[in-house]
């Protein structure tokens, strides 16, 4: 009985640190823009089939409606209340989309947004995504009920009312970030109007959250809405169930605030991470692959077990938030896929993929002035998302998730989960390799001259698949097969001019 007590003491603590995918599934997606018809779809015919652990979704509450510029993806972070109604679809499709992917094993976390409200500088009307009427000049936003007690505008240092210091921690938490009306969350009042959304969400069924801009918020604050919040939706989650949480703490060393803060909370993204993979894989500053050895907490980076990571997000695929030019995105797709490849195979952090839109990128002095541009819509109604017949995405999306590289690397995680990081090798140069455990290898060529060689992998003997190249269907292998011997070694040859220069096997994909 007391190992039970124990066992049910460590899971209550360790909750909202465990992303309560289906058993075997290891990643997430973020479905950035889409409405919750499409998002309901993908999970039934493509990310349960293919092992994808949940969605990361835009902000489903309510939000002001911006014409100038037209429909900019960023609306949706400046909210005018809790009701679960924007472009993505209102709260019956928001429930169908909750029901249809619980329903085959695929979680919904949803982006809550909760530091702020919508910027001051929008006239007062019923320009939102719901019609609620609001006033932002006077802190009116009757439809959650606020009103100017529950703002920060007393309690802002600044002289503008806005950050004007990042080195200032009161500043950073407690006046607007680039003229978001900032909420007082150390009024219990907002904290429990926060919690009620959150907990309409959580007994919908959601499994947990992205809290954005939480730098940006008090650590004891976003603890005091926490403690608040119900346990997960007993139809789909274990009894007891916290939410998850990740946190949106940009910190790339160099300032007053630290995403150590905020580890007690619930884990945090890694912002590090993407920039130093994007350099290492340009190559630039004198970086190289073989310095990955110890990547992750080598590297400087928080503890594996607190980390959510990835390669890009929305904000910083645009030059917005953190990492600056180094960041690899679907626009740099050869370089991306690796980066993406090495993410997924390494066993650092919590790993989330991204599935873009493409916009009109045009740059005037280094900066894309079509950075703010929304979704594919006509008539500012989001177009679906089409799928065509080589399993690609129309209408204007990219949907990285469905690359067969990147598809494939997220069943090639599953597959090798809990396997320890082994077998590493390099040439001291930009090619390397390395294994997880018994279950899986994968080998990296980005010099400009070719890979041959004779490497452990610690796989068992027999012939596999290398999901890069191709796909296993049938017992067959439509890409390259790589041969392990008895002693568990493969030999490997990989050109600098492959389409994609790097090869990964692993014990599922064994014909």
Known sequence: MK????????????????????????????????????IAKECERYLAPNGFGGVQISPPNENVVVHNPSRPWWERYQPISYNICTRSGNEDEFRDMVNRCNNVGVRIYVD????????????????????????????????????????????????????????DIAQVRDCRLVGLLDLALEKDYVRSKVADYMNHLIDIGVAGFRLDAAKHMWPGDIKAVLDKLNNLNITWFPEGSRPFIYQEVIDLGGEAISNSEYFGNGRVTEFKYGAKLGTVI???????????????EGWGFM?????????????????????????????DARMYKMAVGFMLAHPYGFTRVMSSYHWPRYFENGKDVNDWVGPPNNNE???????????TCGNGWICEHRWRQIRNMVTFRNAVDGQPFTNWWDNGSNQVAFGRGNRGFIVFNNDDWSLSSTLQTGLPAGTYCDVISGDKVDGNCTGIKISVSSDGRAHFSVSYSAEDPFIAIHTEAKL
């Open 3 to 38: 190992f039970i007590l124990l066992l049910s003491t460590i899971g209550l603590c360790w909750a909202q640190y465990t992303p309560h995918t289906q058993y075997g599934r290891t990643s997430i997606v973020h479905l950035f823009e889409w409405r919750w018809a499409d």
């Open 112 to 167: 809550a947004v909760i530091n702020h409200m919508c910027s001051e500088v929008w006239s007062s009307g019923t320009s939102s995504t719901c019609g609620s009427y609001f006033n932002a000049q006077n802190r009116d936003f009757p439809a959650v009920p606020y009103s100017g007690w529950d703002f920060h505008d007393g309690k802002c240092r600044s002289g503008s009312g806005g950050i004007e210091n990042y080195n």
């Open 282 to 296: 340009r190559k630039w500053n004198g970086e190289k692959m073989a310095y990955l050895k110890n990547w992750g």
């Open 303 to 331: 503890p594996s077990d607190r980390a959510l990571v990835f390669v890009d997000n929305h904000d910083n695929q645009r030059g917005h938030g953190a990492g600056g030019a180094s960041i690899l995105t679907f626009w």
């Open 381 to 391: 109604t989001i177009k679906e998302v089409t799928i065509n017949p080589d399993t």
